[in-house]
C-alpha cells in the first residue's frame, strides 16, 4: 500500500515470486558472466557485520559481504529468494529486490522489503555468492515484518450506502453491520458454532428486506502508510462478487479502522471497531437509524431506551422514541409530555457468541413491533441495524445506526443545565426528492448555554435545492422533564440575505459522562430526514496538522448507462497529511476500482472558511476519477479537536460529499 516502486516479485502472493524467478539450480544473477578461476576452491565469503535477522516493511536495510582470497576482485553476487528455493535467473528489472545485484567486496546492498504480502509476516533469504565461485556462498534469512500484528480480535463493522438495482438501473439505499474476527497475521479467525467454522456474521438490509449471512473466511493486509484491503467471504452468493466483498481500509489505530467497500457491487463506508467487551446491555442508550421504509421513502429513528427490567427488559419508563418521516415527526414518550402519545417498550435478548443482540419494540407510531438487530462493540457502543419487514408492502424497512449508553447518568438530565458547552456535528441523511443517502448533508458547530439559549454556524446542502452556506443560528431549547436527554432545538438559519431559507427540527440525544450526543434531523420545510452525532469540542485555539485516515460519502449524477436523472453514490478511504504551516492537503483516496497501488493521489490547500466560528477550516480538494472529479471541491472542515472532525462540501456543484477524518497512529515503528 505504500508509494515506494516495489518489484515484481514480491506481489499479493509468494507464489507470484517463484512462478517468475523460476527454480532450479543455482545461476549468475547478474549480467557479468562467472569467469573462470583457477584458484576457485579457495575462495571464501562472509557478513561483515552480520545482517540483522528482523525488519519492518517500511525500512531499508543494508548488508556487506567480503570476499577472500580474490586477487582479480571479481567480487559479489546477490539475490532474495524464498526459504528453501533457490535463485533462478532473473534480472534487476523484474526481480532483484537488493540493489544492487553486483558489488565489488566490501562495498553495501541495500534490501528494499516489498510494500505488501500475505499476512503480517514473510520470509525471505537474501543470498552473497562469490563471484569467482558460486558454491561459495552464505546466506542471511531475513523477517519482514508487515503491521506489527495489528487488527487482532472481533471487529465489529458498519457501512452505508447504496447499491446498484439491477431491475430499474439505479442506486438504491443498503447497509451492513456485523462482527468479523481478525487473526493479527492477515487472516480471519474461524469458530466451532453449532458445527459450523465461521469467523463472524453479518446483516444487511435493502429495499426488498434484509437478511443475515455467516462469514467463512477472508484476508487482509496493511500497508505501510496506513491503507489496505480487507476481503470477506461469505455463504450468500449474493454479496459482493459471488459471496466474497472486498473493502478498503484506513488504519487510524488497533482498535479503530475506517472502511469502504470496494469491488463494485456496492458503495457503502463507515468504521470497524475492536470489540473490547459484549456485556448484556443496562440501563440508558441513546441511539439514532436512518435509511428508508418498504416503499423507498426516506424515515429516521432516534430516542433513549432505558433497559430497567430483568433479563433485559424495557418497561418504558425513561424512554423515549421519535420518529421522522417524509418531515413529520411523531414521538413516543414513556412520560406523556411535550405531545408524546404513549410509550415504548420492549426486551432485548442476551448476546450471542459474537455480541450480537435481538431488540423487539412496541412503540406508538408502528402497528407491528420494530426489530433491530445489535452488535456491542464495548459496555457503551452497539452499532444497529433494522430487521423487521414493513406490514404493508411486505418488504424490508432498511435503516442502520448506533447506541450509546449513559450508564451511571441515566435518568439524571433533569433541566437545560444537562446541556452545556462547545459541540462540532455532521448529520447525513436523505432529501425527499431523490430518497438516496448524502442527498442530505450537514455540519456545524453550537454552543450550548446550560440555561436554554444555544448559538452556533453550518453548512448545509440539500441536493434538489442549492447548497445552503450558513452564517449563524441560534435557537432555544428544553431538556424533557423526563430527565432523559431529549432536547429540542428549532434552529432558524440566518443567511446573509437575512432570509430564513430553512427550520429543521434537530433533536439531540445525550449520553452523558462527557460523551458525544446523537442528533436527529427532522426538516418540515425540505423535507428531508437524516441523524449524526455531536462531539464534544475542545477549546480554541484548535490547531489542524498532521496525518489523518477518512472516510467520505460522495453523492453525484449517475454515472453513463443508468436511467436519466439518477444519482450515485461514491464511498471511499484515504489518508491524508494537513500541512498547517503550508496550508496544503496530500494525500491518496482508495474507491472502486482504484484502491491500493492504483490509489488516486488528493491534493488541496487550506483556506478562511465561508464564516469562521472556533474549529473550522475552509479549503479546497482535488482527486482525478475518485468521485470529485478534476475540478477542486470547497469544502469545510469542522473539528471537535486536532485529532477528529467532519468535512463537508461546501460549493454549489450538484454533489454533495460529508466524511469523517481522524488522526491516525503508525501502523509499524517507523511507518509514516
Known amino acids: 500500500m505504500g508509494l515506494r516502486r516495489v518489484t515484481a516479485c514480491f506481489g499479493l502472493a509468494l507464489t507470484a515470486f517463484l512462478a517468475a524467478c523460476g527454480g532450479g539450480g543455482t545461476t549468475n544473477s547478474n549480467s557479468n558472466p562467472q569467469p573462470s578461476n583457477p584458484q576457485a576452491a579457495t575462495v571464501s565469503i562472509s557478513f561483515q557485520p552480520a545482517p540483522v535477522k528482523s525488519v519492518f516493511i517500511n525500512a531499508d536495510i543494508q548488508l556487506t559481504a567480503v570476499v577472500g582470497n580474490d586477487p582479480n576482485n571479481y567480487g559479489v553476487d546477490w539475490c532474495v529468494t524464498a526459504p528453501g528455493q533457490a535463485c533462478g535467473p532473473c534480472n534487476g528489472s523484474t526481480c532483484a529486490s537488493v540493489t544492487p545485484l553486483h558489488t565489488r567486496s566490501g562495498e553495501p546492498v541495500f534490501f528494499h522489503p516489498p510494500q505488501t504480502f500475505p499476512g503480517n509476516t514473510l520470509s525471505v533469504n537474501i543470498v552473497a555468492f562469490a563471484t569467482a565461485d558460486h558454491k561459495q556462498n552464505v546466506v542471511a534469512p531475513i523477517t519482514v515484518s508487515g503491521f506489527a500484528g495489528n487488527l487482532n480480535g472481533r471487529y465489529v463493522f458498519q457501512a452505508t450506502g447504496t447499491r446498484p438495482d439491477a431491475a430499474q438501473n439505479v442506486d438504491v439505499p443498503y447497509q451492513i453491520t456485523g462482527v468479523v474476527n481478525l487473526d493479527g497475521n ?331 450526543a446523537l442528533v436527529l434531523d427532522s426538516d418540515v420545510t425540505a423535507g428531508a430526514v437524516g441523524v449524526g452525532t455531536a462531539f464534544p469540542q475542545a477549546s480554541s485555539p484548535i490547531a489542524f496538522g498532521g496525518n489523518y485516515g477518512f472516510y467520505w460519502s460522495n453523492l453525484t449524477q449517475a454515472n453513463f448507462g443508468q436511467a436519466q436523472g439518477a444519482w450515485t453514490t461514491s464511498d471511499t478511504t484515504g489518508t491524508m497529511t494537513v500541512d498547517g504551516a503550508s496550508k496544503t492537503v496530500d494525500g491518496l483516496v482508495d474507491g472502486p476500482g482504484f484502491f491500493g497501488q492504483n490509489a488516486i493521489q488528493l491534493t488541496g490547500d487550506l483556506q478562511s472558511p465561508s464564516h469562521a466560528p472556533p474549529g473550522v477550516f475552509g479549503g479546497s480538494l482535488t482527486a482525478l476519477n475518485s468521485g470529485l472529479g478534476a475540478t477542486p471541491v470547497q469544502v469545510d472542515y469542522y473539528l471537535a479537536d486536532s485529532n477528529h472532525g467532519f468535512v463537508l462540501e461546501t460549493d454549489l456543484a450538484s454533489s454533495t460529499l460529508l466524511g469523517y477524518f481522524a488522526a491516525r497512529t503508525p501502523v509499524c515503528p517507523g511507518c509514516p
Open 186 to 516: 492477515g487472516g480471519v479467525r474461524l469458530t466451532n458454532v453449532n458445527g459450523l467454522l465461521i469467523g463472524g456474521e453479518q446483516t444487511y438490509s435493502g429495499k426488498t428486506g434484509f437478511a443475515v449471512a455467516h462469514i467463512t473466511g477472508g484476508t487482509y493486509s496493511l500497508g505501510p502508510d496506513g491503507r489496505g484491503i480487507l476481503t470477506i467471504a461469505t455463504d450468500d452468493s449474493t454479496l459482493g462478487a459471488k459471496g466474497t466483498e472486498t473493502f478498503s481500509l484506513s488504519f487510524l489505530s488497533n482498535s479503530t479502522v475506517l472502511i469502504a467497500q470496494v469491488d463494485g457491487t456496492a458503495s457503502v463506508s463507515g468504521s470497524m471497531e475492536l470489540q473490547s467487551s459484549s456485556p448484556s446491555p443496562i440501563a440508558g442508550f441513546a441511539f439514532v437509524l436512518s435509511g428508508t421504509d418498504g416503499a423507498g421513502s426516506p424515515t429516521a429513528l432516534g430516542g433513549i431506551l432505558n433497559i430497567d427490567q430483568p433479563n433485559g427488559g424495557i418497561s418504558g419508563n425513561g424512554t423515549v422514541a421519535d420518529q421522522s418521516y417524509l418531515g413529520l415527526l411523531r414521538n413516543c414518550q414513556g412520560l406523556s409530555v411535550g405531545g408524546g402519545t404513549g410509550g415504548i417498550s420492549g426486551s432485548v435478548s442476551a448476546p450471542d457468541i459474537f455480541g450480537g443482540i435481538q431488540f423487539q419494540l412496541a412503540t406508538c407510531f408502528s402497528q407491528t413491533p420494530l426489530q433491530f438487530k445489535g452488535y456491542i462493540v464495548d459496555n457503551r457502543r452497539i452499532k444497529l441495524i433494522e430487521t423487521d419487514l414493513d406490514p404493508k408492502s411486505g418488504k424490508g424497512f432498511a435503516t442502520a445506526g448506533i447506541a450509546i449508553g449513559q450508564g451511571s447518568a441515566t435518568g439524571t438530565f433533569t433541566g437545560a443545565q444537562s446541556f452545556t458547552g462547545n459541540y462540532v456535528f455532521g448529520i447525513s441523511g436523505f432529501d425527499s426528492g431523490i430518497k438516496l443517502p448524502s442527498s442530505l448533508t450537514l455540519a456545524g458547530s453550537f454552543a450550548a448555554s446550560g440555561t436554554g439559549t444555544l448559538t452556533g454556524s453550518n453548512d448545509e446542502v440539500i441536493i434538489t435545492k442549492s447548497t445552503l452556506i450558513g452564517d449563524g443560528f441560534s435557537g432555544n431549547y428544553i431538556v424533557d422533564p423526563s430527565g432523559v436527554g431529549r432536547v429540542d432545538v428549532p434552529v432558524a438559519f440566518n443567511q446573509s440575505t437575512n432570509v430564513t431559507l430553512s427550520t429543521p427540527e434537530l433533536i439531540f440525544y445525550l449520553s452523558g459522562n462527557g460523551g458525544p
